[in-house]
């Protein structure tokens, strides 16, 4: 894992080049909690020497702990390579609560703090005021401009993201994302890392992240339809409709229907999502009516108990429920993938991603589910279609189809 920075400075008589070598050997994994416990254990998998760091020594050992669990599973189903113990991989993972002594020896820090600007903004600078001159941060925020978590560090070329999909060593899909100020030789490293972390349930895939735009590629292409989801919640309750008629329009071809999965979700966390798309991406992201309420009070889904539905009564007993309900007829299936393919034209509209099919691969390894382009190239004119009519009925301007997907012209881009 060498790398070259070249830089070149050419005048009329000379050319010097200034070379330094950087071999990615550590890797600082700042904050042990769910996601940077993952990232640890994929990082000391894939051989690197690991640095397991968080403000209390209770959080960096529970990340510890949860780690050793991981790796031991791994290691009861010979899972680790012949011969390799768990113990051989954590005898490389350190531990520490002090980011400015620790970040001295590491080559590249990701970054899985909790979801807050102003505490990324001040452990990216630390990174940098501290580690050494080639130090790359690469953040997992799930939401927040890579541009502004790099801009005051003193370095914010050698700030990138690298976000994750939960739970991190089951879920292929890591979008790597270029700042503004992200360098081409920082945005390659940490292409390169991320291919080598190790994917239990597959290849790993790595989508590049050409622009630092919300939601990136994957969240930001299913966002608008939780638009849509907002307005079938309010029609239903408008209609005096039950929650699992609604969830009965799935067919039984979603993992998890609309209202099981936002109570799996977290209201709260669908309550912010969509407040966060308001601010960045449109007004039209305003949550709807059934969620606001239910967020303000407090029935936040499967974790208090009770949201959509009674939690008490378990998963399964809900399950059956769906499955024996008449379907309502508000919401649709195909209706969903054209929301993805509108916004996945979005996407490429704004240059966040080279082509389509990494638009499709990026949901398929992040979602487990098929992207729109497949299905959207034959069917894109129906879809405008539909759209059009979706937009009218729910009074949401932003799900009417752009220009890009009416004229079918993403169909001649680059793949
Ligand atoms: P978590 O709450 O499980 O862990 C966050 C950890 O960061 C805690 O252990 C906390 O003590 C630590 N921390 C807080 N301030 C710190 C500081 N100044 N220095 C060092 N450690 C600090 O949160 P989770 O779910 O692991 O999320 C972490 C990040 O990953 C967030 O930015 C989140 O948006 C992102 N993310 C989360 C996903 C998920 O499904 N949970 C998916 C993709 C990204």
Redesign the pocket.
């Known amino acids: 894992m060498i790398y070259l920075f070249v830089t070149k400075n050419l005048n009329k008589n000379s050319m010097r080049m200034k070379i330094k070598m950087v071999d990615v050997k550590n890797i600082l994994v700042?904050?042990?909690?769910?996601?940077?416990?993952g990232i640890a254990q994929v990082s000391l998998m894939a051989g690197y020497n690991v640095k397991l760091?968080?403000?209390?020594d209770e959080?960096v050992d529970?990340?510890y702990a949860k780690i050793e669990e991981g790796l031991k599973k791994l290691e009861s189903k010979n899972a680790l390579g012949e011969g390799v113990t768990a113990a051989d991989l954590l005898a490389r993972c350190g531990k520490s609560i002090d980011?400015a002594s620790a970040v001295k020896d590491a080559d590249f820090v990701i970054?899985?703090?909790?979801?807050?600007m102003d505490?990324?903004k001040?452990?990216c600078k630390t990174v940098m005021d501290n580690g050494p001159s080639h130090v790359i941060f690469a953040?997992?925020?799930?939401?927040?401009s890579i541009t502004e978590i790099g801009k005051d560090s003193g370095a914010p070329e050698r700030v990138c993201g690298m976000?994750?999909?939960?739970p991190v060593p089951l879920m292929r899909c890591i979008e790597v994302i270029k700042g503004e100020s992200t360098s081409d030789d920082t945005f390659n490293i940490a292409m390169d890392v991320a291919g080598k972390l190790p994917c239990l349930r597959g290849d790993r895939y790595i989508a590049p992240v050409l622009k630092d735009r919300p939601g990136f590629i994957v969240n930001r292409m299913n966002a608008p339809v939780i638009i849509y989801l907002h307005w079938a919640f309010d029609e239903a309750k408008k209609r005096g409709i039950p929650w699992e008629r609604l969830d009965a329009d799935a067919g039984g071809k979603m993992p998890m229907p609309p209202c099981v999965l936002t109570d799996f979700t977290g209201i709260d966390t669908n309550y912010h999502i969509m407040n966060y798309y308001k601010e960045t991406l449109s007004p039209d992201f305003e949550p709807g009516e059934v969620i606001t309420e239910l967020n303000e009070k407090g029935d936040l889904g499967q974790k208090t108990g009770k949201g959509f539905y009674d939690w008490s009564q378990g998963r399964d007993a809900i399950m059956v429920k769906i499955k024996q309900a008449e379907a309502a007829g508000i919401f649709n299936l195909n209706t969903l993938f054209a929301i993805m393919l509108n916004e996945g034209c979005r996407i490429l509209d704004e240059g966040i991603a080279s082509g389509f099919k990494v638009i499709d691969d990026a949901n398929m390894a992040g979602m487990n589910a098929p992207g729109p382009f497949g299905a959207g190239k034959k069917n894109y004119e129906a879809w405008a279609k539909v759209l059009e009519e979706v937009a009218d009925k729910t009074g949401k301007e932003y799900l009417r189809p752009i220009e890009l997907m009416r004229s079918g012209a993403f169909t001649k881009m680059r793949k």
């Open positions: 700042l904050g042990a909690g769910l996601m940077g416990s760091v968080d403000v209390k959080f529970s990340g980011l970054e899985a703090v909790i979801e807050k505490v990324k001040q452990v953040s997992n925020t799930s939401t927040m976000h994750f999909f939960n």
